[in-house]
């Protein structure tokens, strides 16, 4: 009963709670103690005398931790402010590496939990790059009240069913076995970046950003590469597009082996509006159908939003795990190299090609959809088209004036955009322009970052990149 006492045995009692004699004295002696029924507050930590870390010291954390480059996210980069970074090291390493900085500069430095406390509690960082993998309307339904599911369930249901659909398309597209039909998913790699390796210094050096454009071909398994640096272009629709241009034109011999002497291309895709679902792309294949006699109609599907996983994906597997292999051999220091690694990537069936791109073979789409005139506003029967709902686009010889559409795989017909073409611009007189007159280089910033590889008493030793590749650097 409460408020009862009973006699037990000492050693029994504190040999059941864990303890010793001195917390039972404790409370014994505050019950002494009591005032108006209060047993005193807890004092423990209270005693004003606690270690304060000098605030040089917190700061040199931070600076230390603002020194460690950040890489933009390739997939979610627009939903997210979160930074990111390599994810070759641990907070632990990371101190290590602070600690090691603050001796060589005969500074004071902070133990682990305080540069864990800082690097947690004051910066959002995240390590490495996060891949999306689950679709957010999935989640979004799943996680949803009953009350919100019952308003959600419609367009749910809709998203499953194209989902499914696609994914039907793709498979009885991928079956097609005609000889002058190719189906081919294209996307771009995540950032590769150089120097990189294991040395500690790297780290904290600004990098020089690779990219890699994939085009995989489904029925023969195929793969070709479009490979360039920073320096010699970005990574937006222009660049993409020259890269896909380039591989049309490669299908040439390909189709003057066919009996027809033409062929059909099929892309698959995601929905990444700022690469390939956009007005400037679809001009692009306009005048791929119209000036290429061997290329008799381009289709492009876009995968569903959330469920875009394709077969491009394991070329990436592929090649990032070979890379991987080699860094253990030694550090990767120019983009040439990767190069030879994708190359080397396969060691079964055929070899994945690499076309090695330059600001020199980069084309302006946004200046050749403009000669072409496409229009997006309004279709065929004057109704507005949105370029985020379309699931299907087609251009075709027989029709090169339109592009033909669908906003769902359950469309049995197509829908058309007539081609209004822009004032005093003939339809067969579009040109392809360079897109850059010169090589854009890279920002005065992590140029300097990247030389300083070469000089000595810097972050990263003289002996650690051969200066063999200081010209290279040089010329960025």
């Known amino acids: 009963m409460r408020g009862t006492k009973y006699r037990v045995c000492k050693t029994f009692f504190k040999s059941s709670l864990g303890i010793t004699d001195r917390p039972i004295r404790t409370v014994i002696k505050k019950e002494n103690i009591v005032y108006r029924g209060m047993i005193t507050s807890e004092a423990r930590g209270k005693h004003g005398r606690h270690f304060q870390v000098d605030k040089d010291i917190k700061d040199d954390i ?23 970074i390599e994810g070759g090291k641990t907070v632990a390493e990371l101190h290590r590496d602070y600690v090691e900085s603050c001796k060589k500069h005969n500074k004071s430095y902070a133990n682990y939990l305080m540069y864990s406390r800082i690097f947690n509690g004051e910066f959002n960082i995240s390590f490495f790059v996060p891949k999306k993998d689950q679709c957010e309307d999935c989640v979004s339904f799943e ?15 809709t998203h499953l069913r194209e989902k499914e659909l696609s994914r039907k398309e793709k498979e009885k597209d991928k079956g097609n076995n005609s000889e002058n039909f190719i189906v081919a998913v294209y996307d771009l790699q995540a950032v590769l970046q150089c120097p990189r390796g294991d040395v500690s210094s790297f ?55 066919t009996q027809t002497k ?58 990032e795990r070979h890379i991987k292999r080699a860094l253990k051999s030694g550090p990767i220091f120019v983009p040439d190299q990767y190069a030879t690694l994708i190359r080397m990537a396969k060691t079964t069936g055929k070899p994945y090609k690499v076309h090695e791109m330059n600001h020199e073979t980069f084309y302006d789409i946004k200046d050749l959809a403009a000669q072409i005139g496409l229009n997006f506003s309004k279709n065929s029967n004057n109704e507005a088209v949105k370029i985020g709902d379309l699931k299907v686009i087609r251009t075709a010889k027989e029709n ?17 955009i007539q081609i209004k073409q822009a004032r005093g611009k003939a339809r067969n007189k579009a040109i392809l322009k360079r897109l850059y007159k010169n090589k854009p280089g890279i920002t005065e910033k992590k140029k300097t970052s990247l030389l300083s590889v070469f000089k000595p008493n810097q972050k990263i030793p003289k002996s650690v990149v051969p200066q063999y590749y200081y010209n290279f650097y040089k010329q960025l």
């Open 400 to 416: 090169s004036d339109r592009l033909m559409y669908k906003t769902s795989y359950a469309q049995e017909e197509f829908q058309t």
């Open 143 to 157: 996680i949803s009240s009953d009350e919100n599911k019952e308003n959600l369930r419609e367009g749910y249901e």
């Open 262 to 319: 033409m062929i059909d291309i099929m892309f698959y895709t995601d929905n990444c509006c700022g690469q390939h679902k956009n007005q400037f792309m679809f001009a692009m294949y306009v005048y791929a159908v119209q000036h290429y006699n061997f290329i008799n109609s381009v289709t492009h599907k876009f995968l569903i939003k959330g469920h875009s996983q394709n077969e491009g994906d394991s070329a990436h597997s592929v090649i």
């Open 62 to 84: 931070r600076r230390h931790i603002n020194s460690i480059p950040r890489i933009e996210s390739h997939y979610c980069r627009n939903n997210t402010s979160r930074e990111f």
């Open 203 to 257: 780290y904290y050096t600004s990098k020089l950003n690779v990219f890699n454009l994939t085009v995989f071909e489904l029925k023969s398994k195929e793969v070709e590469c479009f490979l360039w640096d920073e320096s010699e272009g970005h990574r937006g629709v222009c660049e993409i597009g020259s890269c896909i241009l380039n591989y049309l034109e490669s299908l040439e011999d390909r189709a003057n082996a």
